[in-house]
């Protein structure tokens, strides 16, 4: 579980935010997926909820999106 916080982080903050139990759970793995992407050059992923109709394109399409961006800096 992702507690509610900012659609946008950077990977320095994932740790912390474990840490902190904000993430936690089933959503480790998934955070941990985003850390080895980052470093391994990818710019950007996005975890959303694919139970949401049309949950990639309200990510994508809109200003608001609907997960949360997690970026390098």
Do not use: W, Y
Not at 10 to 15: G, K
Not at 16 to 38: D, H, N, Y
């Amino acid at each position: 579980m992702i507690k509610q916080f900012d659609s946008r982080l950077t990977l320095e903050e994932l740790p912390e935010l474990m840490e902190q139990k904000r993430i936690s759970t089933g959503m480790i793995p998934k955070v941990e997926s985003c850390i080895t992407a980052i470093e391994g050059s990818v710019g950007a992923v996005h975890i959303i909820d694919g139970r949401q109709p049309h949950s990639i394109l309200l990510e994508l399409f809109t200003n608001e999106g609907i997960g949360t961006m997690v970026v390098k800096e």
